[in-house]
DNA sequence: AAAATATCTAAGCACTAGCTTAGTTTATGA
DNA sequence: TCATAAACTAAGCTAGTGCTTAGATATTTT
């Protein structure tokens, strides 16, 4: 071993995380993540490799950092309500984090990004996610419910493109507005 | 008078417009603009100014072109019926128009890229197209109903913001989980 | 037919993008 | 103590962006 790194990875990739929260990835140039991350370009693409590679440690870190919403949903005895809960909590989530400028969830923010774009990484990254989430949508439905299986399936289709629509909601309209909808959003359920 | 132009601008536009919904603003350039329009950079700027100009024209070509659906939408009698119709009208546009690879409507995809932009003339173009939505949507929920105006206010929000959900999902989603979402949208208004 | 002038072509402008590299600095192990 | 090797700085690379311009081409009016 020679000279020792002068910055933190996890502490650079958080802050990188914050930026491409802020801007989305297209959005985001690599002197913007050299600024934020404070360090330079070279150190960037040491650790990373590339700025997908640092957009793919952000979405990461992100995950890590929503973890307990998540796990909240899943550890939930409450059916539909933990669905409910589930939305303003990420609605919630950037306030709660700190993270005042940021807007929506990143990883819808993410697949709405990437929803026409040939980037197979994050595409199956997305898809996987919300592939979890619908699951774990349809678990919540059956909860004390009497519905048939159709049902189910559609609601949670519902469910999961209102998610999509609160995501570009959440960019645009106030807390009053969001909560409005997503009242609504659950008495047709 | 000397030479006469080559190309007929409202014919360019045309294309103009479709490669913009196809690809957005910004991913759009004015290299891919040159071979789609079948004109040179030149007589771009020359007729259009900028850019800009062009998704300007664009947009107002495409408000010519829905022109007919929203007129449905205005001179409909059946209230809320007519806003669910306008839903499977804007879905079903692009495949109508010929646009087979367009997703969702142009000004709602428009609005949602502009969302966080500083540009101010798409800001309140987007901003002006959704009043005008959002008022029709207010006198169609009031229509045969007793609703009083806190609940129209509310129900006219949830069905701007499920429009959003829509555009974003039509981009993604297939025809069956799109109609499911329409139905369980206005199944409790 | 020729002068006038608008249109068209193609090259190039300044700028930013993501990424690389030559050369300097600094902590380490012998 | 000093060569070694990793981390750092800053400059630069290629390619793409929106936009401009010099010069060739074509159509119209006199």
Not at 151 to 170: C, E, F, R
Request: net charge neutral; aromatic share 12%; proline share 1%.
């Amino acid at each position: 071993m020679a000279r020792v790194k002068q910055y933190n990875e996890q502490e650079v990739i958080e802050k990188a995380m914050s930026l491409f929260w802020r801007n989305g990835y297209e959005n985001t140039s690599v002197r913007m993540l050299e600024k934020e991350m404070g360090i330079n370009q070279f150190s960037i693409y040491a650790s990373f490799g590339s700025k997908h590679g640092v957009f793919l440690e952000s979405l990461k870190c992100y995950k890590s950092k929503i973890y307990s919403v998540f796990e909240k949903l899943q550890n939930g005895t409450d059916g539909v309500n933990d669905i409910k809960a589930f939305f303003y909590d990420s609605v919630e989530m950037p306030t709660k984090m700190g993270e005042f400028d940021n807007k929506g969830c990143l990883l819808t923010n993410t697949y709405n990004e990437f929803a026409n774009s040939e980037d197979q990484l994050i595409q199956t990254q997305m898809k996987e996610f919300m592939d979890v989430l619908k699951t774990v949508f349809i678990q919540k439905l059956a909860v004390n419910s009497k519905k048939d299986e159709a049902t189910i399936a559609k609601q949670a289709n519902y469910l999961l493109l209102a998610k999509h629509g609160l995501a570009a909601a959440s960019r645009v309209n106030n807390k009053q507005e969001i909560a409005d909808y997503i009242e609504l959003t659950f008495s047709n359920i």
